[in-house]
């Protein structure tokens, strides 16, 4: 295992230096400066649907469910459209973005904890009904934002469908500092639960008679995850099936409970597709398609395969 | 020792648990016997606070289910509770490793390591201690998820039908392993039975429950009678004496 992050680290490390040098041509500090922020964001972004994506799964304890499926994005573009209506464009394009981003990271974490808060406790692991609530409950939210983009003016609406995408190759640099220092902070907290999150894989029972404290540590988890979606979303728009990719390749590398070996290596997986992906698209093949689109593609046949093995 | 004091459990207005008491003293095995859906396993998870307690009152050692911190009280009692479903990547080694978790919280000891191989070794399992759970057989696992809860090494251990799936000799060899827990460490042991018979010979008390409530309670030779399993089964089974002891002829 250890010989296969290390492997895993060294790919990494040829797909950023390719990203940063292939077909670069000028200036190169100005080269270097641009695409190392791009690059710094995918890293950012990878880490945080990774990470959000691998502890929502243990804690539910199944392989399929994210947090995107489950409707954890939908609740961020909700937020946002909730902020855009109530205070108007003019207001929210006058603060600035930075600010925008604590609302409604913090209006995210409320609506997460309350709403996830309750499906999981009313659920349990039982992953045909969670399954279900949460595809109904992102529907849910989904039409909600719909219904919003409707009531809202035109010029709102703009807005809102803007950041209602995903975009992997212009990311907001603005938000890049307050995105890092939330994504750090969430990191180290999930590193040093790896051993509790061993445990909680066992499920609430186990966990508990081992003397992990099944609401506290629902919360602690379904927190973080919030916090992480929150930065990855308001850096480049929900992605879906990213997660759901990421961590199934994880898997199938490395067959382990353990998330001292698990939560490196979703990042590093994470970093190779995410940076590998934009690299050859944007610098190899010349972007025609967006990676958000291929990713998208691939994570949802997959997810496919995954719900019919399962139900066999 | 385990107090439970005036205990009532409801699950949507279905009265499962009527005002039980019971004081389990330290040392011994204590077997559970009861019909199905008497409400045993719902019993033993008040103990370990599986589900929240509605009315009544629980200590362990003096700890307030509760109000004790879970980590204390993991160090203190054990349960294997009657339904488990873990991801089936665990290995067995791994799985009885977290037997330690209480203690080590993730950085195992050399001690702690011994007390798994302790453990493997004690339910016959070292040369399956590579395997993943679901390549196991049915007894294979439950004598697996036994282990773990033996290597958590607690002065309590609540076992919910540790027997299920178990052939007859990985069940005495469980059942004597509980007595020398017992006798020679001074070990409580609550144990749910529904084999009368091996109630009957490894328990130092039977207790039985019906509908929620206490019914009988006692020393096996005493409780253990053709009217205790018509009243407490509604079955006309006979009981015989063997060797001193009553056994059930099926
Ligand atoms: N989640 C639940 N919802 C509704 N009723 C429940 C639930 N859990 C248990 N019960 C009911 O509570 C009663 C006691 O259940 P419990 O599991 O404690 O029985 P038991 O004595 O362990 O039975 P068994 O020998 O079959 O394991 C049963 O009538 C059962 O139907
Ligand atoms: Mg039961």
Partial sequence: MRLRLVGLSAVLGLCMLGYLVIGARGDWGFVLAFRGQKLLALLLVGVAIAWSTLIFQTLTGNRILTPAIMGFDALYMLGLGLLIWVLGVPAYLAIPPQVMMLGNVALLCLGALGLFGLVLRANGRDLMRLLLTGVVLSVLIRSLTGFLMRVIDPNEYAVLQGAAFARFSNVDPDLLTIAGGITAICGIAIWRMRHRLDVIGLGPDLALSLGEPGPRSRRAVLLLVSLLVAVSTALVGPVTFLGLLVTNLTYLLFPTHRHAVLLPATGLVAGIVLIGGQGLLEHVMGLTTPLSVVIEAVGGLSFLVLLLRMLR | ?250
């Fill in chain 2, 1 to 250: 020792m385990i107090r439970i004091d005036a205990v009532c459990h409801g699950i949507g207005g279905q009265p499962i648990l009527r005002d039980v008491s019971l004081e389990i003293g330290k040392g011994g095995i204590v077997a559970l016997v009861g019909p199905n859906g008497a409400g045993k396993s719902t019993l033993l998870s008040l103990i370990a606070r599986l589900q929240p307690l509605q009315t009544g009152r629980i200590t362990v050692d003096g700890h307030v289910i509760g109000q004790v911190r879970d980590d204390v009280l993991a160090r203190t009692l054990a349960i294997l509770p009657q339904h488990l479903d873990v991801a089936s990547r665990l290995s067995v080694r791994d799985l009885v490793g977290f037997g330690r978790y209480p203690y080590h919280k993730g950085r195992p000891t050399p001690q702690d390591l011994v007390r798994v191989d302790a453990a493997l070794a004690a339910f016959e399992l070292d040369d399956l201690a590579a395997r993943a759970l679901d390549t196991l057989s049915g007894g294979q696992r439950q004598r697996a998820f036994v282990a773990m809860a033996y290597a958590q090494d607690t002065d309590y251990l609540l076992l919910d039908e540790p027997l299920n799936n178990l052939d007859i000799a990985a069940s005495r060899g469980l059942m004597h392993r509980l007595r020398d827990l017992a006798r020679q460490d001074g070990r409580t042991v609550v144990i749910v039975l529904h084999d009368i018979n091996y109630a009957a010979a490894y328990a130092d008390r039977i207790v039985a429950l019906k509908s929620g409530r206490v019914v009988a309670d006692g020393a096996p030779g005493a409780v253990v009678t053709d009217a205790f399993l018509r009243t407490v089964f509604d079955t006309d089974a006979t009981v015989a004496h063997v060797q001193g002891r009553p056994m059930v002829c099926v």
